[in-house]
C-alpha cells in the first residue's frame, strides 16, 4: 500500500513536469480554413441532372410516347374510353371502398411493422449520432 | 490546471460563429494535440488528427446538450479520432509488461531525478511518456491535465470510476517500468 502511494508521488511530481506540446502557429487559422470551406460546402448544392436536362428529357420522353400512340390506329379510337373510364374512377372508388376489407391479422401485422421500422430508425439515429462523437 | 473564464459561446459557434470557434479551438489546442502527439507518437499526423477533431467537434456542438462538461465532451472527441487513426493504420502498440517497482526502486528514482537538471529532466519523461502505450498515454495526459478528477477521466473514456482508477494504477505503473528503464543503474550512480 505504502508502495503505491509512493508511486502515485512519483509519477505525480513526474507529470508536473511534463508540460502540454504545443501545435504549429497557423493551426487555429488552418482549422478555420477548414471550418469555412466546410460550410461553403454545405451552400453549394448541385443536383446530378440540372433543370434543362430534366426538362429537355420530359419532353423527348412525351413526345415519343404520344408519337408512338398516335401510330397505333386504336389508340385514337379508345381514348374517348380511356377518359370515360377515368371519370368512371371516382365512383368506382366510393363503391368498391367499403366494401374492402382487411383480415385482423393483416392489421395487427401491418401495424407491427410500422412499429418495427419506426423504432429501429429511432435506434439507428442513436447509433449514428454517438459514432460522430 | 488553467481555469477557463471566458468559456466559448456555443450558441454561436452553432449557428456559424467562425470567430466564436477560434476562441474554442485556442482554448482547448494545445491538450487535444498532447493527447494526440502522446497517442500517435508523430508531429505531423498528431497535427492532423487535432485538426480533424476540431472538425468533428464544429460539426456534432449542435448535439452537445451539456450533460458533461465541455471539456470532458472535447477531449473524448480527439481520444476516440486518435483512437479511430490508431486502428484504421493498425498502428501495433507495443504493450508494456507490467513489472513490480519496489519501494526501493521508487526512492532511488526518485533521488536521480531531484539531482537532474530541470531541461534534461522534462526531455527524460517526455521521452518516457513517448514510450507509453497510446490509451496508457491518453489516461496520464487526461488525468493530470484535467483537474487529476478521476470522475472527469472516467467520463471521457467513457468508463466506470473504479476502471478508470486501476487503468489510471496500470498507466503510472507502466511508467514508472520504463522510467527505471530509462534510469539505468549506472546512470543513477552518476547522480549520486
Known amino acids: ?133 | 490546471m488553467e481555469h477557463r473564464a471566458n468559456q466559448p459561446d456555443i450558441a454561436a459557434i452553432v449557428s456559424g460563429d467562425s470567430q466564436e470557434f477560434s476562441k474554442l479551438v485556442d482554448d482547448y489546442k494545445d491538450l487535444v494535440f498532447t493527447i494526440a502527439l502522446r497517442m500517435l507518437k508523430n508531429k505531423e499526423e498528431a497535427e492532423e488528427v487535432a485538426q480533424d477533431s476540431f472538425i468533428k467537434i464544429f460539426r456534432s456542438l449542435k448535439s452537445f446538450q451539456g450533460g458533461s462538461k465541455l471539456s470532458t465532451w472535447i477531449y473524448r472527441i480527439a481520444y476516440n479520432t486518435c483512437l479511430d487513426r490508431i486502428k484504421k493504420y493498425k498502428k501495433d502498440q507495443q504493450t508494456k509488461q507490467i513489472e513490480e517497482v519496489g519501494s526501493y526502486h521508487i526512492a532511488e528514482m526518485d533521488n536521480a531525478l531531484d539531482l537532474m537538471m530541470q531541461k534534461e529532466k522534462s526531455a527524460m519523461i517526455q521521452e518516457c511518456i513517448q514510450k507509453l502505450p497510446a490509451i496508457d498515454a491518453a489516461i496520464l495526459t487526461l488525468f493530470y491535465f484535467e483537474e487529476q478528477s478521476l470522475i472527469e477521466l472516467a467520463s471521457a473514456l467513457k468508463l466506470s470510476v473504479s476502471t478508470a482508477k486501476v487503468k489510471l494504477f496500470r498507466a503510472r505503473k507502466k511508467l514508472a517500468v520504463i522510467l527505471k528503464e530509462q534510469l539505468k543503474p549506472e546512470t543513477i550512480r552518476s547522480y549520486e
Do not use: C, H
Not at chain 1, 408519337?67 to 377515368?86: C, E, K, P, T
Not at chain 1, 371519370?87 to 368506382?92: I, K
Open chain 1, 1 to 133: 500500500m505504502n508502495e503505491d502511494k509512493d508511486l502515485e508521488k512519483l509519477i505525480n511530481s513526474l507529470m508536473e513536469e511534463a508540460p502540454l506540446e504545443t501545435p504549429s502557429d497557423n493551426f487555429t487559422d488552418m482549422v478555420v480554413a477548414r471550418v469555412e470551406e466546410l460550410k461553403s460546402s454545405k451552400l453549394m448544392f448541385r443536383p446530378l441532372i440540372t433543370k434543362k436536362t430534366f426538362l429537355l428529357w420530359a419532353v423527348i420522353l412525351g413526345g415519343l410516347t404520344f408519337y408512338l400512340a398516335s401510330l397505333d390506329s386504336s389508340f385514337n379510337a379508345n381514348i374517348g374510353n380511356y377518359l370515360s373510364a377515368i371519370s368512371e374512377a371516382n365512383s368506382w372508388f366510393s363503391d368498391k371502398l367499403p366494401q374492402f376489407q382487411l383480415s385482423r391479422k393483416i392489421i395487427y401485422m401491418t401495424g407491427a411493422f410500422v412499429i418495427m421500422i419506426y423504432f429501429q430508425a429511432m435506434l439507428l439515429k442513436r447509433f449514428f449520432n454517438r459514432q460522430v462523437i
